[in-house]
């Protein structure tokens, strides 16, 4: 189903976690659960993995995971502030260490001059914040597989195990 690159950067995230001891929680909106998706397509995976919320609409990023209502309206479910807020709320919510998070618009509509289709925010929380800012193109297949992609590597660095 995920492409052997894809299951290798999963693997080494869960590996990264599992020897540092630390529980992963995944926090999504335009991946809809593919990167929860991918990391369970791993045997061992439910060692570290710990939850993954689906929050696709903005009152479920309220209600699940915390995100204010006025960073939506702010900043919309599109943007750095929504990814970070999302990320700290699922480890608030989980208690696990690493949390991950991605918001993005994966087309086919959807876009604008300001928020194109492939636009996506990536958030991963841990000792560390990291943040990163993406416009991928392709169809809404492909930009999702490459946000998947992209935060597990991001994952990867902020545990320090990155390929790069």
């Known amino acids: 189903m995920f492409s052997k690159e894809l299951l290798e950067a999963s693997q080494r995230l869960l590996d990264g ?3 540092r001891g630390i529980g992963l929680v995944t926090a999504e909106s335009c991946t809809g659960g593919l990167l929860a998706g991918c990391l369970t397509a791993v045997p061992g995976a439910s060692d ?3 939850y993954g919320f689906i929050t696709y609409a ?3 990023k309220t209600e699940i995971l915390g995100v204010p209502e006025a960073l939506l309206i702010e900043h919309g479910a599109v943007s750095e502030e929504v990814a970070l807020a999302m990320a700290e709320g699922a480890r608030r919510t989980s208690h696990a260490v690493l949390a991950m998070a991605v918001t993005g618009i994966a087309g086919p509509g959807g876009g604008t001059a300001e928020k194109p289709v492939g636009l996506v925010h990536l958030a991963v929380v841990t000792r560390k914040t990291l943040h990163e800012r993406h416009e991928f193109s392709g169809n809404r297949d492909e930009i999702r597989l490459a946000v998947v992609a992209a935060v597990l590597e ?6 320090g195990d990155a390929a790069t």
């Open 17 to 19: 976690c599992h020897r």
């Open 58 to 60: 903005n009152e479920a």
């Open 48 to 50: 570290v993995f710990i």
């Open 154 to 159: 991001l994952g990867l660095k902020a545990l």
